[in-house]
């Protein structure tokens, strides 16, 4: 029997396939007990320690903020913005904690049945009673895993993209939610709810230690697509490519645009984009780009294939680096190791090998070409070893 077909808790004792094929991107599942005995990884201090943090995306939602309904405000934060806070209805929200926090982290290895280039980000929020940030649809899929105290979710259906919202607040909230029969529970340490995109959804804390778990997923929409593909194409396209109307026929009307001159040009873009080694390479990148460019740390000063060696031969393992994003794809014979939004070619062992978020040890300069793409992906940041930066604090 393969893992796939294994019942797993964290689906409600549905195998990964059953999941995918009844809920992933259909419907929402209510898992009690995904994961027994749970602790949270954080506490609300420490959440609102990262909030204070300079680089680290937060916001803080007041049902009631000092300037309005449903004020938005965005990190870092200080000791004062939270002293001033009321005693309910306020939500704390922070992004892609999964980059600071390893045993965050880590819990994206219990969802290694969907690929890891789908992840976003895993964010955190914390609630004192009432907080929430009201209903509202998201574009994305989510499992949100209760981490301590409750939160009372609420669903509303399948969503309209159009769907009205209340103007003049910074959030996007639903003008109308109506709660589906049978979408109203309260979710307990250990439980979670996958959604999928555009369903609406209503959590409300119940509890003064209410934290709650988003695991985000992306997925790029048409329109970022079209225009991301577009511009990668466009770099590599010579400027002889262009419309071309040779052997037309003589104009009846000068100032016509007629159907034969709409068809070369459909002719033009269609055969220009339909060209599977660049949507490979194209896709590679994309799906590999950080979520925060800036938040990568080349090797400084950049390292030599010998001096990677020899750390490597000093039982020093490598690790990805902290919202690193690897992944790997053969076209044909030929491999392709994405990394944070570049392409390296490769043999299809190192690139599974590196691709693999699992230590990188000394064994594998065995590999060809091994030592040359690890000192690259060092030195762009991609590869760390996580005791040098402990030695730089
Ligand atoms: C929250 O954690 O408060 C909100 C999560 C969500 O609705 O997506
Ligand atoms: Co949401």
């Known amino acids: 029997m393969?893992?796939?077909?294994?019942?797993?808790?964290?689906l409600g004792d549905l195998t990964p396939a059953e999941f995918m094929a009844e809920y992933w991107q259909q419907k929402p599942l209510l898992i009690r007990g995904a994961f027994p005995?749970?602790?949270?990884?954080?506490?609300?201090?420490?959440?609102a320690g990262l909030a204070c943090e300079e680089g680290i995306e937060a916001r803080l939602v007041e049902e009631h903020g000092p300037d309005g309904p449903w004020q938005v405000s965005h990190g870092p934060f200080d000791d004062a913005t939270f002293e001033h806070l009321p005693e309910e209805k306020w939500s704390l929200l922070v992004q892609a904690v999964d980059h600071y926090v390893p045993s965050v982290a880590a819990l994206m290895d219990e969802f290694?049945?969907?690929?890891?280039?789908r992840l976003d980000d895993i964010m955190i929020s914390y609630a004192p009673p009432g907080g929430s940030v009201?209903?509202?649809i998201d574009q994305y899929d989510v499992f949100l895993l209760q981490a301590s105290g409750q939160r009372r979710w609420q669903l509303g259906g399948k969503t309209a993209d159009d769907a009205a919202i209340i103007p003049g607040?910074?959030?996007r909230i639903l003008k109308d939610f109506e709660v589906e029969a049978g979408s109203d529970w309260v979710l307990e340490p250990g439980d979670m709810l996958y959604l999928p995109p555009g369903w609406a959804h209503h959590g409300v804390s119940q509890t003064d230690?209410?934290?709650?778990i988003s695991v985000g997923f992306r997925a790029p929409s048409a329109d970022e697509a079209v225009t991301s593909y577009a511009d990668y194409l466009g770099e590599q396209l010579l400027p002889s490519q262009r419309y071309?109307?040779?052997a037309m026929a003589p104009a009846d009307d000068a100032s016509e645009i007629d159907d034969a001159a709409l068809e070369r040009m459909r002719q033009l873009i269609l055969e220009t984009l339909d060209n599977p080694t660049q949507l490979s390479q194209w896709f590679g990148r994309v799906m590999t780009q950080p979520k925060y460019v800036d938040q990568l740390v080349p090797h400084d000063p950049p390292l030599s294939v010998p001096e990677l060696v020899a750390a490597l031969q000093g039982d020093s393992p490598l690790y990805h680096a902290p919202g690193s994003r690897l992944a790997w794809r053969a076209d044909g014979d030929t491999v392709t190791l994405f990394a944070d939004g570049d392409g390296y070619p490769c043999s299809r062992e190192l690139a599974q090998r590196l691709a693999d978020p699992a230590p990188i040890h000394e064994d594998v300069l065995s590999l060809a070409?091994?030592?040359a793409l690890l000192t690259q992906l060092v030195n762009v940041g991609s590869l760390y070893w996580p005791q040098e930066e402990d030695d730089d604090e």
């Open 112 to 117: 290694d049945f969907l690929p890891c280039w």
């Open 169 to 171: 607040i910074d959030l």
């Open 37 to 47: 005995d749970m602790l949270s990884p954080l506490d609300p201090d420490e959440l």
């Open 369 to 371: 070409g091994a030592d």
């Open 2 to 10: 393969s893992q796939r077909d294994e019942p797993l808790t964290l």
């Open 134 to 136: 009201g209903p509202h």
């Open 209 to 212: 230690d209410c934290m709650t």
């Open 244 to 246: 071309s109307d040779a």
